[in-house]
């Protein structure tokens, strides 16, 4: 590769095989990307760097970081703050806090309790799921506080007509300064901390759990942290207000313990412009730097040639008491049935497929149709088997609670000696999937309903190799294929030879026939 080309595509950007110091134009983008410390770093037009939001900060119980005290936001009669938080942690955790205004923590009540500005007064509502990314924000104005979690408004808080008190005076990230029964609690990971001297808009005339509209619509984003330092990041600009702001390790100022293997943080620079930098100097009290995923890679399977398949040892967990669980994105529902899975024997198989646009689940001589029809976008299907019972259950927009079918079968049949196919029917004429999978997972035991909820995790697959809220299962994996992001596969990409099984068992899916590879597609992560 030459040391300057410019491509059309930013997927043709992402093919390249580059090394440290390359530099690319990417025109799709409109930007200048030069390759550094195994990364693309991203120029806009301008020269500046385009907005990336790729590391947050995590917090083992005892640590935190201290940004001192920040005048500006005490004693006020109009101000906000707001962050990004994620904890799998039960029980007390504690957030963030200072003085005797402001402090954020899960309580053993189960409710998260946001104080908002004035001491004894606070927010006290039901904790958000745990294990998933969700948004805080806490205004105030002299006449009362109000909570919105994840966009939506959730509490008010009449204060009496009164001031702010001392509210952030030792502010503390990932510790709750003074209430020492909180203090730093709990596993989490926090990002984008930051405070206005401004009461932020939503929109007016809201009732409780109405998605509010305004700043706050505009810093939710629906679930993708904005550059809280330009106006248009605000339905009103609020850049002068900006008095703290917090990266986590997006501004190239913050800075790293002296051991680079450690990923410890000493220094988060106030990316508001007004020093109020947050520090750790002891080392058993300084968070990690965080890398957050930036997209979530699924595998195209074009309808007509393309598959993958898997060897008999990963296959056979529903015939023994255990589960699958997948994601599909559908773009023909054929009338004649588009497998999804299926035994390749003709004698003993199993197989979920679709007939006239409704999920059927296979197991011969069985035949049952389910009813459900997919919904536009993505699908989470899960199967699990109790004795000659199956259980299918369904997961999208259009539920995201799920609905379940459950169907005696004659037997779930042995599939101990027969490969199964993603993608393609072993019987008859091979009927193809068209659309794309994702996230295949089998599983030795039979999943609960609240762990279903859960993976879903509202539309966002979890990484089930690691167990989280109430998913508790990674130790009986089968098989887990991720469809590319254990693979390091690019947009667009194709000649796809093998699929990792990220369970570890090493069953991992492979296509040695060219036409019948598939291609990748990378989509960005929605951060909640």
């Not at 699958?324 to 024997?345: C, E, L, N």
């Not at 697959?461 to 130790?475: A, E, H, M, V």
């Not at 068992?505 to 019948?516: E, W």
Request: glycine share 10%; charged share 15%; hydrophobic share 35%.
């Amino acid at each position: 590769m030459s040391d300057l080309n410019v491509y059309s595509t930013t997927a043709a950007v992402n093919a390249l095989t580059p090394v440290d110091g390359d530099m690319v134009v990417d025109t799709e983008a409109n930007a200048v990307k030069v390759y550094c410390n195994s990364a693309w770093k991203v120029f806009n037009n301008d020269g500046s760097p385009a907005y990336e939001n790729r590391w947050g900060a995590s917090f083992d119980a005892g640590d935190y970081l201290n940004s001192g005290t920040t005048s500006a936001l005490n004693g006020v009669t109009n101000a906000s703050y707001s962050f990004w938080y994620k904890t799998s942690s039960t029980g007390v955790v504690g957030l963030m806090g200072g003085g005797a205004g402001t402090s954020v923590y899960h309580w053993s009540n189960g409710n998260i309790i946001v104080h908002g500005f004035v001491d004894q007064n606070s927010h006290g509502v039901p904790q958000p799921t745990l294990g998933s990314w969700h948004n805080i924000i806490c205004t105030f104005e002299a006449s009362g506080s109000k909570l919105y979690v994840d966009g939506v408004y959730k509490s008010l808080v009449d204060n009496g007509d009164v001031t702010a008190s001392d509210a952030f005076t030792n502010f503390l990230v990932g510790k709750v300064p003074h209430y020492s029964s909180v203090m730093a609690a709990g596993e989490k990971s926090m990002d984008e901390v930051a405070f206005w001297s401004a009461t932020l808009s939503d929109g007016g005339g809201l009732s409780i759990d109405d998605t509010a509209g305004g700043d706050i619509e505009k810093i939710y984003n629906g679930g993708v942290p904005q550059n809280l330092t330009l106006a248009a990041s605000y339905a009103t600009d609020r850049t002068a207000n900006l008095k703290g702001y917090w990266r986590m390790g997006d501004d190239s100022n913050d800075s790293p313990s002296s051991d680079p293997a450690s990923n410890k943080i000493i220094t988060i620079t106030d990316s508001s412009g007004n020093g109020n930098d947050a520090t750790q100097g002891s080392a058993t009290n300084q968070p990690t730097f965080k890398a957050l995923p930036q997209s979530n890679t699924a595998l195209d399977f074009n309808g007509s040639t393309e598959f993958l398949t898997i060897n008999a040892s990963a296959n056979n967990s529903l015939h023994n008491g255990g589960s699958w669980s997948f994601w599909m994105h559908h773009s023909v529902a054929s009338s004649g049935g588009t497998p999804i899975f299926t035994d390749m024997s003709q004698t003993d198989y199993m197989a979920v497929n679709f007939h006239a646009n409704r999920l059927n689940i296979y197991s011969k001589p069985d035949q049952h149709d389910t009813n459900f029809q997919p919904s536009t976008g993505w699908n989470f299907i899960t199967l699990t088997a109790t004795g000659n019972s199956i259980s299918v259950h369904q997961f999208s927009n259009d539920y995201p609670t799920g609905r379940v079918f459950t169907k005696t079968l004659s037997s779930v049949p042995n599939l101990s000696t027969s490969e199964v196919y993603f993608a393609k029917s072993g019987w008859g004429a091979s009927r193809f999937f068209d659309g794309m999978l994702n996230d295949i997972a089998f599983f030795s035991n039979a999943l609960s309903a609240s762990e279903l909820t859960a993976m879903y995790n509202s539309g966002a697959p979890i990484d089930l190799t690691s167990d989280s809220g109430n998913y508790s299962s990674s130790s009986s994996l089968v098989g887990y294929w991720r469809m590319g992001d254990d693979d390091s596969l690019t947009d667009g990409q194709t000649g796809i030879t093998q699929i990792s099984d990220a369970s570890g068992n090493g069953n991992h899916a492979t296509q040695a026939t060219a036409s019948s590879q598939p291609t990748a597609s990378v989509e960005p992560v929605i951060y909640v």
